[in-house]
């Protein structure tokens, strides 16, 4: 079997299980425990924190353990929406993530906010000047995601986060797909907060953290005990903290990350240059504002979830985009955001490569993906 669904989800490593079996064995401490066991979890929580506010260039203080993204997400837009009332305006992007748009709605819907959903290019993108001109005085955040997890689109998010700032505006953005492939210092970026979720590079899935600007004041979304500085109740999740800090801590260099650049390159180029109907979604191959693990296409006539039937017949494993939408009738919005009508957006088929990717493994998809649009034009 070849897996190229990890935009969807990674194998866990067997470094982070590593690390977190003793605090799902011996070391069952709960971190806010005065005792020896309680003590020993703390340290290796506060070990964790450290870990990843270094892997972000943070302060440790600035580090929230939650279950994933679309907690990270929930928290980072309703806590500091509702936390900080410059004004009831919110800006983002027609492209993001369900757990962010639903947030944005939820917070028009409850709470009297107002929203502004910049439309996209047809490569996915939201210009720095298109933020410039939906600021207003009463704009209270801004959220953009810094790499689409179906098109690979990847946004400039150190310059939109500035231009938020010099309006008065906070900025989060949802970072899920960038972990081990973009840069991550919060120094550089200039953001408020960044989501983040483990399952995506190696650690368990239910593993994931904010990063909250240290200043900026946060209604959280869950109460009780306080933990997590104020910001996240429940008592922590040691195990998964540390499984998630040991896999940050052992993302790839460089090279590993521009060799699969290279695997997608190939496919890009194979898919584009052998198939007539194929089109390529998100920006050109040859951008540097492009996610170098992600291929994502249309083919026109063919539908798209025969076609992935028939790839996993073939011994490969993809997706037609999110996740988190699969199963749903409904196209994806991100497609429909770019212009594509209704119909070719269900032809959609997206190819997400690991660290581990070759151009054997490219050249194994094409190969499958040749005899799967046989057989289904054959039928």
Known sequence: MLYLDNAATTPVRAEALQAAWPFLTNEYGNPSSTH???????SALDWARNSCANFLGCNPEEIVFTSGATESNNLAIKGLALANPRGKHIISAATEHSSVLESLEFLVDFHGFTLTLLPVSAEGFVTVDQLKSALRPDTTLVTLMMANNEIGTVHPIAELAAAAKAAGALFHTDAVQAAGWLPMDTRHLG?????????????PKGSGLLYLRQRNETVPLLHGGGQENGR?????NVAWAVALA????????????AKTKAAATTLIEGVTSR???????GPHPDSNR??????SFTFQGIN?????????????????GSACSAGSDEPSHVLVALGLDHDVCRTAVRFSFGHDASTDQ?????????RALTRISSL
């Open 304 to 320: 798209g979830e025969t076609l992935l039937l028939e790839l996993e017949n073939a011994g490969v494993i993809c997706s037609s």
């Open 290 to 295: 492009r996610h170098p693990a992600i291929a």
């Open 232 to 236: 996240r109740s429940g008592t922590e």
């Open 275 to 281: 198939f007539s109907n194929a089109r390529l979604t």
């Open 246 to 257: 040991t896999a940050l801590s052992l993302l790839p260099t460089p090279d590993a990350v």
């Open 191 to 203: 953001v408020d907060a960044l989501s983040i979720s483990g399952h995506k590079f190696g650690a």
């Open 362 to 370: 490219s050249v194994q998809a094409l190969s499958a993906l040749e």
């Open 36 to 42: 020896e066991l309680g003590l020993r979890a703390k």
